[in-house]
C-alpha cells in the first residue's frame, strides 16, 4: 500500500482542482477555429472558421422562377411538406400600382401562367432565404442559446439543445424558420430554418440552391477571400437587403430589388 | 391541411406556432398577478373591507402560479429540455428571464402564504393525531412559537412580504407583455404598451375572478357574503376596467391614426378575422356591457338590495374574464393570422378539443387550479374569521347577503 505524504497529498489535490479550473473556465468548447470539431458528424480538419466569411446574393434580374432551387434545397434538407426553408416569389404590378404576389408551395413546382387577370407593367420573381443576420434578433431571443451564429456568419441551430419555445420563428422578420409538430417526423418540436448548406461549406461546395440555379441568379460569397468575383460585386454593386429599416443587417443582398418586396 | 390564405403569406407564416397554450399562458399568469393583487390591497393598503377574502386570495394566487407553467411544458416541442431555460440562459433572450420571474415570486408567495397561516398551521399540528400530525408537523417547520410576540413579526413579515410582492407581481405579469411587445418582426405586437395593457387586464381578471370565486365559495359553505367586501372589489373592478379598455382602445387609434405601412394590414385583420374576436367579444360584449352593470353596481349599490348587488357583480365579473381571455386571443392568434410580408392573412384559427394543445387540455389547465383550491382548503383554513365571525353572530343581516 502507498504512503501518501501531506505534502504530496496537497500537491496533488491543487494540481488537480487546478485543472478543473482551467478545463471550466477555457471550456472543452472554444478553440479558436473549428478545425478540430464535427459538425453533423462531419470531420472539419481543412475548415478553419476564421477564413471565411459567408454572404449570399441574389441577382433578381436573373431568376426565371423556375423553382429548381426550392426543389434542391427540399432534397439536400429533407424540408417536409408544407414547408420551406427557401422560396421563390412572383410580383406582378399592374399600371395603376396595383400588385399581386404568390409562391405556391413556395414556387416548389415552378409558377403557372396567370392569364388576362390585369394589365401587368411589369413583372418580377424574388428568390428568399434565410437573411442570416449579422444582427439576427432570432439569435437574441432564444432562451437557451439554442440558436447562435458562427463566426463564418452563418446562423444555425443546436438540435440537440432547442426546447421547441417557438420564439425564435416569432422573432424572425422575414418567415425563414418553421417549427413542425408531426411527430412522425424526428425534426418535430426543434426549429428549423436554412443552415446555408453548411455540411456543404466545410467540404469546400456551395450550398444546394446555389448549384441547382440555371441561370446564376444565386450566388454565394465569402467575404474573406479577395478573389471572390461575388463578394466583388456585393461591394461594388447597388445593392439592397430586405426590411433594412429593423436594423437586422442582413447579409443576403439583392440587385434590383423594388420597392414591393418586404 | 394547408390553410387558405388571402392575400400573399410567406410559405412558412401560414402555420400558426404558438396555439391555445400560449393564449392560456398569460391568462393563467394574469390571474396569479389579480389575485395578489387583490390580497395586498388587504395585507398591505389595510382595505379592511377586504377581510373575508385576504387570505384566500393569496392562496388563489398560489394555485394559479403552481398551474402557470404546464401551458407552457404542454406547449414546449422539447418539454425534457425546459429547464435549460433556468440553468443555462440566453441574457439576451426576453424569455430567459421567465426562470428567474417565475421562481422569485413563487418564492415571496410561499413564504407569505406560510406566514399568514403559520399559526393555524401549528394549532392543527398540536390538535391532531397520526399522519395528520405529521403533516401538519412538517408545514411548521419545527417552529411552535405561537406566542403574541411572534404573531406580531409574522405580521411585519407578511406586511413586507407582500409589498416585495406587488412590483414582483407587476413585473411577471408587465414581463409576459413584454415578451410581445419585444417582437419588433410583428407589428400587431410590438408596441410599448403591450406590457401597461397586459398588467392592467391581468389586474382586471384576477379582481373579476376573486369576485367570482368568493361568492361561489361562500354559497359551497353556507357562509354570507359580506356586502361591503363585494362593494369594493366592484369599485376597484370597475376602476381597472376604464383604464385597461382605454389603453386598449388607444393602441389601436394610435396604430390607426398614424397609418404607418403595418395599419393596412391591421385593419385587414381587425374587420377581417378578428371582427367577431375583437370588437364583438371584446369591446362590446366584454367591455361595454360589463362597464354599464358596473356603473349600476357601483353608483346603486347603497339602495340595492345585496342578493341583487352580487348578481350583478358576478355576470359583470364573468363577462370580464371572458374579455381578458379573449384580449389574449386577439393579440396571440390574432399576431399570427397576418404574415409578416404584411401583404396576407390566413384562415381564421379554430383549434380542435381533443389535439394536445386543444381546447381540453385549456379547459382542464383553467380548472386545475379551483381544484387545487379545494385541496389547499383541506390544509390552509382560508375563511377561518369569517367562519368564527358567522359562529359569534357577529355578521349582521346588513353585511350578509341574507342568505
Known sequence: MNNVSRRDFLRKAALVSGGCVTFLVLGPGEKGSASTGTIGGVPLEDYNWNEHRWAYLVDTTRCIGCGMCVKGCKEENLVPDGYVRTWVERYEIGEEGEGEVDSPDGALYGFQENVGHMKVAKSFFVPKICNHCEKPPCVQVCPVGATYRTRDGVVLVDSNYCVGCGYCVQACPYGARFITHDRSLSIAGIAQKCTLCYHRLVKGRTTACVEACPVGARQLADMRDTFDPVRKRILTERVGVLQPELLTEPQCFYIALDKEVR | ?403
Open chain 2, 1 to 403: 391541411m394547408i390553410p387558405e390564405v388571402l392575400g400573399y403569406a410567406f410559405p412558412n407564416d401560414i402555420h400558426i406556432t404558438w396555439s391555445l397554450m400560449i393564449v392560456t399562458y398569460p391568462y393563467v399568469t394574469g390571474l396569479v398577478a389579480g389575485a395578489f393583487i387583490v390580497s395586498s390591497l388587504y395585507h398591505v393598503f389595510n382595505r379592511k373591507e377586504l377581510w373575508p377574502i385576504g387570505r384566500f386570495s393569496l392562496v388563489a394566487s398560489l394555485a394559479f402560479m403552481i398551474v402557470a407553467t404546464w401551458p407552457l411544458l404542454n406547449h414546449l416541442g422539447q418539454p425534457q429540455r425546459a429547464m435549460s431555460i433556468m440553468i443555462t440562459p440566453n441574457p439576451s433572450s426576453a424569455m430567459a428571464g421567465f426562470g428567474l420571474a417565475y421562481n422569485w415570486y413563487l418564492m415571496i408567495l410561499v413564504l407569505e402564504v406560510w406566514f399568514v397561516f403559520r399559526k393555524d398551521i401549528v394549532l392543527m399540528a398540536r390538535q391532531s393525531r397520526g399522519l395528520k400530525r405529521t403533516v401538519f408537523a412538517t408545514l411548521a417547520l419545527g417552529t411552535y412559537d405561537i406566542s403574541d410576540a411572534a404573531l406580531a413579526k409574522d405580521h411585519k413579515i407578511v406586511t413586507v412580504l407582500a409589498a416585495i410582492g406587488i412590483p414582483s407581481a407587476c413585473f411577471l405579469h408587465g414581463y409576459v407583455g413584454f415578451l410581445f411587445g419585444a417582437i419588433k418582426a410583428n407589428p400587431w405586437w410590438s408596441t410599448a404598451l403591450m406590457p401597461i395593457i397586459f398588467l392592467f387586464s391581468a389586474i382586471v381578471s384576477g379582481i373579476a375572478a376573486m369576485i367570482l370565486m368568493y361568492q361561489v365559495a361562500m354559497l359551497l359553505k353556507g357562509l354570507p357574503i359580506v356586502r361591503e367586501t363585494v362593494a369594493t372589489m366592484v369599485r376597484w373592478l370597475w376602476l381597472f376596467m376604464i383604464l385597461t379598455v382605454t389603453l386598449e382602445l388607444l393602441e389601436i387609434i394610435t396604430l390607426a391614426y398614424e397609418s404607418a405601412e403595418e395599419w393596412e394590414i391591421i385593419s385587414l385583420l381587425l374587420t377581417t378575422r378578428l371582427a367577431f374576436s375583437f370588437f364583438s367579444v371584446q369591446l362590446v360584449f366584454g367591455s361595454l356591457i360589463p362597464f354599464i352593470l358596473l356603473m349600476i353596481t357601483v353608483l346603486l349599490g347603497g339602495q340595492m338590495k345585496p342578493r341583487v348587488q352580487n348578481i350583478l357583480a358576478a355576470a359583470a365579473s364573468f363577462i370580464l374574464l371572458i374579455q381578458v381571455f379573449s384580449m389574449r386571443w386577439n393579440v396571440v392568434i390574432g399576431g399570427q393570422l397576418f404574415s409578416k410580408s404584411l401583404k396576407g392573412l390566413r384562415d381564421p384559427f379554430q383549434p380542435r378539443f381533443f389535439e394536445k394543445e386543444g381546447i381540453l387540455a385549456t379547459i382542464v389547465i383553467i380548472v386545475a387550479p379551483l381544484v387545487l383550491l379545494v385541496l389547499f382548503e383541506k390544509v390552509l383554513p382560508m375563511f377561518r374569521s369569517v367562519e368564527e365571525a358567522y359562529a359569534a353572530g357577529r355578521l349582521t343581516e346588513d353585511e350578509s347577503t341574507g342568505a
